[in-house]
């Protein structure tokens, strides 16, 4: 079945960068998603990339996808303390219906 | 744009209770809304999919009649707990997709807490 993964936490000094990885197995996602979850909200799109694509780049984020390894990942420049969060990937799986997200990585950035 | 609210934010309820949580787009009209649960420290798993005027799509293992959704305009979806029991405490999430613009994207509400003792 659908499965993403993704490493749980994760800690950077302020102002290095940030990477998050994630694997998944579903080879017909259209859409790959980064989102944002900060202590007791929801949740915020921070970006996508389309499958046919291998980098995408929106300011300090930057997103790599593999497609032939399945593996994406989140690069955050110039972290800040306002980056902290638990960041999740998800993919849509059977349509755009579906998001199937992972555990999510915790981010902590220290001074 | 692409604001979704839900209400109410935190709710405690006592055990045997139902609950409602709705959901709204405030500034788009949302055709199909979908319905998460987390848990602590743990990802979000989808609930049930519903479109405006049909009844939802729950998925495998999610009980339809203690999660009573509604989805009557295409502003507002409500999650109904029946009978609340300590084990349905969790964060539920909703989200919302327009008709038009990106239809991938899902914007999230910002979630409630219910908390059954």
């Known amino acids: 079945g659908e499965d993403v993964e993704q490493s749980l936490f994760l800690s950077v000094r302020e102002g290095d960068s940030s990477v998050i990885n994630c694997t998944y197995t579903?080879?017909?996602?259209?859409?790959l998603y980064w989102y944002k979850q900060e202590p007791g909200a929801g949740l915020q799109l921070l970006t996508y990339?389309?499958?046919?694509?291998d980098m995408k780049q929106d300011q300090r984020l930057t997103v790599l996808l593999n497609k032939k390894d399945k593996h994406l990942s989140l690069r955050i420049a110039d972290t800040q303390t306002g980056d902290s969060a638990i960041y999740f990937c998800?993919?849509?799986?059977?349509?755009?219906?579906?998001?199937?997200f992972g555990a999510g990585t915790r981010l902590a950035v220290h001074p | 744009g692409a604001v979704v609210s839900q209400h109410p934010s935190r709710v405690i309820c006592k055990s045997g209770t139902s609950v409602k949580i709705e959901c709204r787009s405030l500034?788009?009209?949302?055709?199909?809304m979908f319905w998460y649960r987390q848990f602590p420290k743990q990802s979000l798993m989808l609930m049930a999919t519903?479109?405006?005027?049909?009844?939802?799509?729950?998925e495998q293992g999610v009980e339809k009649d203690k999660f009573l959704i509604n989805h009557a305009s295409l502003t507002l979806s409500t999650l109904t707990v029946t009978s609340a029991h300590p084990e349905d405490s969790s964060f539920y999430i909703c989200?919302?997709?327009?008709?038009?613009?990106?239809?991938?994207?899902?914007?999230f509400g910002p979630g409630t807490r219910l908390t059954v003792t």
């Open positions: 579903d080879s017909s996602s259209t859409y």
């Open positions: 500034d788009f009209q949302a055709t199909t």
């Open positions: 989200s919302a997709r327009g008709g038009g613009g990106f239809a991938y994207e899902q914007y």
């Open positions: 998800a993919e849509n799986s059977g349509g755009y219906n579906k998001l199937i």
């Open positions: 990339i389309f499958s046919n694509m």
């Open positions: 519903s479109n405006e005027g049909s009844k939802a799509t729950y």
